[in-house]
């Protein structure tokens, strides 16, 4: 299964030989490392989002999105521990699919990092902007902090905190590990705060009716939920520095997995249960579910406020909104207080992916080489981190939350289901090769993978299909028009260069979405 040219795996390989990675992490080292990277945005924004679709079933949609993780994450381990570089995934499938498929998934995570890039500004603005209007008991006008499609004008907000992060990675300043431990704790310890004071209030009568909207809705909130899952590749590719690799990938990826899912399920529940809240969808003509951001559901939900009902799933900062509703309003302001200090740095890591991905290609040839420039000051590649800055900046300010996050999760998606099959590609192809890390049961594992993946793709709304398909047409005019011929594998060039300039740059520390 070789679709055009292959760049060959030694050739990949020999840019991991030029330093040699410590092997240290145990299993709890890789559990806290997944935990970290994995409690972000999905759980603080896109609770609302989901029980819009799913009612309380949601919580079956939270476990459904983490079972095909962990399939897909140990796939993914197996890759990531064999080919231990920059590229991600679009390396993995140039090394064993070939050029085209690589290119499609190289072109599908631009999905994966700008866009979710985007969805975390929204989410970021609809906490701040919260707590702003609660701390301060000021109005600030919704049309200046609400995309047109949720009845507002521009999300000025969300537009400038991309600008900012966007600024921050052209001057070249990079998180520390112990920055990022302490956003770990400041985030896990406001939903810890959530669990303690929402769930033991709990009314159960909230929970019916528990799927108002079928095994439908539940998958359709699967398919949106999947992004509050997104980072535990920052698990898998550690892999090279991780002690017993056989034993110890299994037990992070998985432990933490779990974890978070039960963390998850807790949180759900206290969002559920709080009494006087709605978590109902709002449905729309003939019963159908609106889409979140839709001008239709915006005027229910005013309609519904102008009611007095409390409606959770009408909520910009969900797990704040439900603290202040149960009685502790400063509580739900910490929150609301963490949320904005933890989630620019999911933004800026995101925003570092997808230079990396664009540096990459571009260093391959695939994309022009002014790409891969490095600025002579900051040391950075100022003018793709400057176009990907421009592009977020103009998801964030016009489209809802929800609608970024389900066109991410279809490039992730993608991109998931393209490493699975590679690990059985090359399991074909090379079965002599050395791995660190061997996927278990391999000949079922991958498949659930594939098919879990295909399963969540599906279940995304129709306008993230369909926009998803039109931005894969734009990438094969793209490849074909432009790409293909100018690929270096293409033209006989495999070595990989002397001066890698991108090398030079820290890695950004494992984060979340």
């Known amino acids: ?25 145990g299993a709890f080292q890789l559990t806290m490392l997944g935990i970290g990277a994995v409690i972000g945005t999905g759980i603080f924004v896109l609770t609302a989002e989901a029980a819009q679709k799913a009612g309380p079933a949601m919580m079956l949609s939270f476990v459904i999105a983490g079972v095909v993780c962990a399939f897909a994450a140990l796939c993914y381990a197996e890759m990531a521990a064999m080919v231990p570089v920059s590229g991600s995934a679009y390396t993995y499938s140039y090394a064993v699919m070939g050029e085209l498929i690589a290119w499609m998934v190289g072109w599908a995570l631009i999905l994966e990092y700008a866009v979710a890039a985007g969805a975390v500004s929204v989410g970021w603005s609809g906490y701040v902007v919260g707590l702003l209007e609660h701390t301060l008991a000021i109005d600030i006008p919704d049309s200046l902090v609400t995309g047109p499609f949720d009845g507002g004008m521009i999300n000025l907000p969300a537009m400038l905190i991309a600008g900012l992060v966007t600024w921050l990675l052209v001057i070249g300043t990079k998180e520390s590990a112990t920055i990022n431990s302490i956003l770990v704790v400041i985030k896990v310890t406001a939903l810890t705060a959530f669990i303690l004071l929402a769930v033991p209030v709990m009314n159960m009568e909230q929970f019916s009716p528990f799927a108002p909207t079928g095994f439908i809705g539940v998958s359709m909130a699967a398919a949106s939920i999947f992004f509050a899952y997104v980072g535990f590749d920052a698990v898998s590719t550690a892999a090279e520095e991780t002690k017993n690799p056989q034993r110890n990938m299994p037990i992070g990826l998985i432990g933490s997995l779990t974890i978070c899912t039960v963390f998850y399920l807790l949180v759900a529940a206290g969002v559920i249960g709080a009494p006087g809240l ?131 999760n279809s490039g992730t998606l993608f991109a998931f289901a393209a490493v699975s099959i590679a690990v059985l590609v090359i399991r074909r192809t090379d079965p002599t090769r050395h791995r660190p890390f061997r996927t278990p049961l391999v000949w079922l594992t991958a498949p659930i993978a594939i098919l879990g993946c295909v399963y969540l793709f599906i279940s995304l709304d129709h306008k993230s299909i369909i926009l998803f398909l039109i931005w894969a047409a734009i990438g094969f005019l793209v490849y074909f028009g432009y790409s293909r011929s100018r690929s270096h594998v293409g033209r006989g060039i495999i070595d990989v260069p002397e001066h890698e300039a991108y090398e030079e740059l820290d890695p950004p520390v494992p984060g979340t979405r």
């Open 1 to 25: 299964m070789i679709f055009g040219r292959v760049k060959p795996l030694d050739a990949i390989l020999a840019t991991a030989e030029k330093k040699s990675l410590h092997r240290s992490l």
């Open 278 to 408: 709605s978590t109902q969808p709002v449905l729309g003509a003939a019963g159908a579910v609106l889409e979140p951001g839709s001008r239709e559901l915006a005027a229910q939900c005013a309609a519904r406020a102008a009611e007095g009902m409390k409606d959770v799933v009408c909520s910009k900062e969900a797990l704040a909104f439900t603290l202040r509703e149960i009685g502790w309003p400063q509580i739900g302001n910490l929150l609301g207080l963490a949320a904005g200090l933890a989630l620019p740095s999911v933004i800026l890591m995101m925003m570092f992916g997808q230079t990396r991905i664009f540096f990459v290609m571009s260093r391959d040839g695939l994309l022009p080489a002014a790409f891969s420039k490095i600025h002579p000051k900051f040391n950075t590649p100022h003018v793709i981190t400057i176009i990907t800055g421009v592009a977020v900046a103009l998801f964030a300010a016009f489209f809802p939350v929800g609608q970024l996050a389900n066109i991410s």
